[in-house]
């Protein structure tokens, strides 16, 4: 049974192109994407790799994540 296209997004995420590693260990991230995630030069990403996947998640948002994380586990510690 052949998946529809919105299913195959959801589950893969949205294909922007490829892109090559260059000979200094860059990528250059498609421009449709920068535009989409308003990406600007200097921006900060924090490199994960999972699977053989490679994600970048900005830094910002992996501080927030770990100040939120770190709370539910204060609040589960002080019930004890």
Known sequence: MKK????REEIFGYIYGTTLLGERG??????????????????????V???????????AMMSDFVTEMTR???EIKSKK
């Open 49 to 59: 790799e999972k699977h053989g996947m490679v994600a970048l998640m900005p830094t």
């Open 4 to 7: 529809s296209k919105i299913e």
């Open 26 to 47: 860059q990528i250059v991230i498609p421009k449709k994407l920068r535009e989409k995630l308003k990406m600007k030069k200097g921006d900060s990403f924090v490199v």
């Open 72 to 74: 539910h586990l204060e």
